[in-house]
């Protein structure tokens, strides 16, 4: 048995029947469309290399220790590989209502937490796969490397050999269970504090934590706003100083620690400062049981061209695109004002190098307001990147990382479950929408033999936030994949075309 990580542990505890945690994609292929049997066979064939798909959930009693993975003594493939169609004329629009409704339904908890629907009778011959997979198992980077498993990088198909037999191994009893759960809760918190201390470079953790209070950190973290981001304090410009002090490998080690908790904690401050901006309160709410889902596609380049003439990255321009959308959105509801904002929870990976191929979560957020008051789209753009050049300068996403390692020290979990759900009870206010951008391989995908055409990603909504924006980029196109409450968001087409056009208006100013 493996146990979950603390991470993964609070997306498995947060699900609830109005919020379903699972991340998901449509994929398109070229027809014609392999029968049902060739494709279970296709699948089976590739289990063995994600072993994490033929193992379920058990959690501890009570909740005293986190939820391991254990083998399906049960497992049949037959149940979690599906297959319906649409009927004629198979438009994206009937792809996309019928992916809504399947996307919107809670996976099975007493089974592994995936799904793949089969789906014929798109228009040109063409045909999908709709494939869920919980966000306990898997973030957006491991959700594609996933994806370079499962599917060929050629076209040339061989069918599959007869798989090799699988046995389960035993599953562990609830006294297994109980007294794993008591030993982790012994030696879990000394060697989690020791891979923090790692993680910061620290020898001396409370040296290094004295050492921050100087009167420099007390005045960068009292310093007036900056202008290019109002109410949000400055970032203190870098220096060359050299702290007095001991010298020699030892010394500057702990140097090294204390610029990057310093680092961390003025990012911190900024951040904080954010969430004192006026937000735009109608996207947040109670969420329901359904879905509406949409997506959008730009070429790749047409983004890139932006970042080459504009500056910033292909994630700002992202970025300013979803704010063009919230923009049009909320104009359209006659609640715009100058100073509002969006805030949205951007997801970083935190994976260490060489940590792709690990099936688990590795990501953080950040937080970015998006400027929806402002006019003009240049500045819009220019405030997104002082945004998030902030967030790199301050070393604000790799402190994420630390704090990611936190959530593994061995808190009970029934605590854990009771934290998890509080901001969906309580429908926070603080964070209206969540913008994740993966990217995708830049080279054809295949599976057996058809080559996939489009890949529409799907991100889940939770603790009071009714819309929210997944996009990937593929073969060169970005393909943005909106997902929204059904009915709190019957105008979601507007923000989503407003999006599109965000890109095509940043690229007829640049």
Not at 38 to 65: C, K, M, T
Not at 143 to 148: I, K, N, P, R, Y
Not at 169 to 177: D, F, G, N, Q
Request: net charge neutral; aromatic share 6%; with cysteine.
């Amino acid at each position: 048995m493996h146990h979950m990580s603390g991470l993964d542990a609070s997306f498995y505890l947060l699900e609830d029947e109005n919020t379903p945690l699972h991340v998901a994609s449509v994929v398109v292929f070229e027809g014609p469309a392999p029968s049902y049997g060739d494709l279970i066979r296709q699948i089976v064939a590739r289990l063995p290399l994600v072993p994490r798909y033929r193992q379920r959930v058990r959690s501890v009693p009570l909740h005293l220790g986190r939820p391991v993975w254990a083998d399906d003594p049960h497992f049949n493939i037959l149940y979690h590989v599906r297959h319906t169609a649409v009927p004629a004329p198979g438009t994206d629009e009937q792809l996309r209502n019928l992916a809504g409704r399947v996307l919107g339904q809670r996976l099975d908890r007493d089974k592994p937490l995936w799904e793949i629907w089969l789906v014929e009778g798109l228009a040109e011959g063409r045909w999908a796969l709709i494939a869920k997979v919980h966000h306990c198992m898997v973030d957006g980077v491991a959700g594609m490397d996933l994806a370079t498993v499962m599917f060929d990088l050629s076209p040339d198909y061989r069918p599959p050999d007869d798989p090799q037999p699988w046995s389960p191994a035993p599953e562990p009893s609830t006294l297994e269970l109980l007294a794993e759960a008591a030993r982790r809760a012994v030696t879990q918190p000394v060697q989690q504090g020791m891979d923090v201390a790692r993680g910061l470079g620290l020898t001396r953790g409370l040296a290094a934590l004295r050492d921050l209070a100087t009167p420099e950190t007390l005045r960068a973290l009292t310093a007036g706003p900056d202008p290019a981001e109002p109410g949000l304090p400055a970032a203190e410009p870098a220096t060359s100083r050299e702290p007095a002090g001991p010298t020699g490998p030892g010394a500057r080690r702990e140097t090294g620690a204390v610029r990057r908790l310093g680092a961390f904690a003025l990012g911190a401050g900024r951040a904080t400062a954010r969430f004192t901006r006026p937000a735009a309160a109608s996207l947040n709410g109670p969420i329901g049981p359904h879905r509406r889902w949409y997506w959008q596609t730009v070429p790749l380049d047409e983004a890139k061209a932006v970042k080459r003439s504009l500056g910033g990255t292909v994630n700002d321009v992202v970025l300013a695109a979803v704010t063009a959308g919230y923009r049009d959105l909320l104009n359209a509801r006659g609640v715009l004002t100058p100073d509002t904002v969006v805030r949205s929870a951007v997801p970083v990976s935190v994976r260490e190098p060489g940590g792709r191929g690990v099936m688990d979560n590795r990501v953080a957020a950040v937080f970015v307001n998006l400027p929806v008051g402002v006019d003009d789209p240049l500045e819009r753009l220019r405030r997104i990147r002082t945004q998030t050049d902030d967030v790199k300068r301050s070393e604000q996403a790799a402190g994420t990382r630390t704090l990611t390692r936190l959530t593994d020290a061995a808190v009970a979990p029934a605590l854990l479950s009771l934290a998890a759900r509080v901001p969906v009870r309580l429908r926070q206010g603080l964070v209206q929408t969540v913008t994740t951008n993966v990217p995708g391989p830049d080279f054809p995908l295949y599976v057996m033999g058809r080559r996939l055409l489009e890949l529409h990603p799907y991100v889940p909504l939770t603790g009071g936030i009714r819309v929210a924006t997944a996009v990937i980029s593929y073969c060169g196109t970005l393909y943005f994949g909106i997902t929204a409450d059904f009915d709190a968001m019957p105008d979601l087409e507007t923000y989503a075309k407003g999006a599109s056009a965000g890109v095509a208006e940043l690229l007829a100013l640049a």
